[in-house]
């Protein structure tokens, strides 16, 4: 009969493993780590308004359980990875937090067009939609084999205790130099009814009873103009 004899150390490395990985998303953290590092020391500084790509693959700890595509949670898992590549190479989070600021995310829809299936490349791209004084709205799309977009996704960030608006007329100042795409004037028409929903949303899980917001569009705002203030 065969016997197995494990030091007193490997198995305290064994069970400490265990511990870790069953404690703390050791997979996440690292990536998160590894795509800001890259973002920071390896890859093109860009304008705030530039599109950016990164690359990924769906792995079999992306599927569900139907085991024949990426479960849609992995999608907003997906999106962490893209968000940190933009804001840093535009610089744009450094700045928020060098004025005392800090980034929240206020809200996210997706909608799915078609399932990644195991071992599919894919790149998810990431851009500037439109800002205020205290919300960043980017939009994301996955595009698989073939470019087909395969989802896209909303994002809204609630920037706290600075200006965003006047950060990002400070990167187009230093960074731009009116070579990128034009700046946003006002809200894409789907945003504007997005941004409704979630202010009717407030609305009802407010504890005082209030009027519901007119779903009137909100006069088509220009970039950098603030939107109603927003109570839960």
């Known amino acids: 009969m065969w016997t197995v004899c494990v030091p007193g150390w490997g198995a305290m490395m064994v069970a400490g493993t265990l511990l870790l990985y069953g404690t703390l998303d050791v997979a996440y953290f690292a990536r998160m780590f590894y795509t800001v590092a890259k973002a920071r020391y390896f890859r093109k500084k860009i304008c705030i308004l530039d599109t950016t790509e990164v690359e990924s693959w769906c792995l079999l700890n992306d599927i569900d359980t139907l085991l024949y595509h990426m479960n849609n949670a992995r999608y907003l898992r997906e999106l962490d990875f893209a968000r940190a590549d933009y804001y840093e190479r535009s610089g744009l989070y450094a700045n ?53 977009v395969h989802a896209v996704a909303l994002c809204r960030q609630r920037i706290i205790d600075t200006s965003v608006a006047a950060i990002a007329e400070l990167l187009l100042q230093l960074h731009c130099a009116g070579t990128c795409r034009p700046v946003p004037e006002k809200m894409p028409s789907e945003l504007e009814l997005w941004v409704q929903s979630n202010e009717l949303s407030s609305a009802k899980l407010r504890p005082t009873a209030s009027a519901l917001p007119s779903l009137e569009p909100p006069n088509n705002l220009g970039c950098g103009e603030m939107l109603p203030k927003m109570t839960e």
């Open 96 to 148: 928020i937090k060098a004025a005392g600021g800090a980034v929240l995310q206020a809200a996210t829809t997706i909608r799915y067009r078609r399932y990644l299936k195991p071992f599919t490349k894919f790149t998810i791209t990431s851009k500037a939609i439109y800002w205020d004084e205290k919300t960043f709205f980017m939009e994301h799309e996955f595009i698989g084999p073939g470019g087909f």
